[in-house]
């Protein structure tokens, strides 16, 4: 199945928000190819679809500091009087329920591959995080031990992970 949007960009659509990986409803929509009014209308007529832990509105904090670093254009900006509504993994697959279209099904379809290949890409960082850890609690005792630490530093920089969404403060 040819999908109409490259992974790389919905991956760039994946914000971390209190500590949860999310997509704005304005991404989601852009995505959608619909208006972000008429997505948030949707969700509003199935609210209880969306408990907080499917979706949330960006606090005041977080919507100024999302806002600074990275909207910069007016015209942007003009479009962002209201709070965006993030949504996690499982809010999004709650959208798929609800929006039908050929489009929608093709936009989630690549959304939820971009969740699996970010969770992926966290969890083998967080493998090699642990296994250096142990390395630098050890006392390197002879040229093995060392052997080991060069195989892992050049395994390591060989890896060249992408860039996925960013982090509010």
């Known amino acids: 199945m040819n999908t109409l949007i490259p992974i790389e960009r919905v991956e760039n659509k994946i914000y971390l928000i209190r500590g949860q990986k999310v997509m704005l409803d304005r991404d989601l ?37 999302w806002r600074s670093q990275f909207v910069t254009s007016n015209s942007d900006k003009m479009g962002l009087r209201r709070r965006p509504s993030a949504f996690t993994e499982q809010g999004v697959a709650m959208l798929s329920g609800m929006l039908n279209s050929r489009r929608a099904i093709l936009v989630n379809i690549a959304i939820m591959r971009a969740f699996v290949r970010l969770n992926r890409i966290l969890s083998s960082h967080i493998e090699v995080s642990k296994k250096l850890k142990e390395l630098e609690n050890k006392t390197l005792k002879n040229e093995k031990d060392i052997q080991v630490v060069v195989k892992v530093i050049r395994e390591l920089t060989s890896v060249k992970p992408s860039a996925i969404g960013f982090k509010i403060r």
């Open 29 to 65: 929509a852009e995505l959608y190819e619909v208006e972000t009014k008429v997505l948030k209308q949707a969700v509003k007529r199935n609210i209880e679809r969306f408990p907080e832990d499917f979706m949330f509105e960006l606090n005041k904090e977080e919507f100024t500091n």
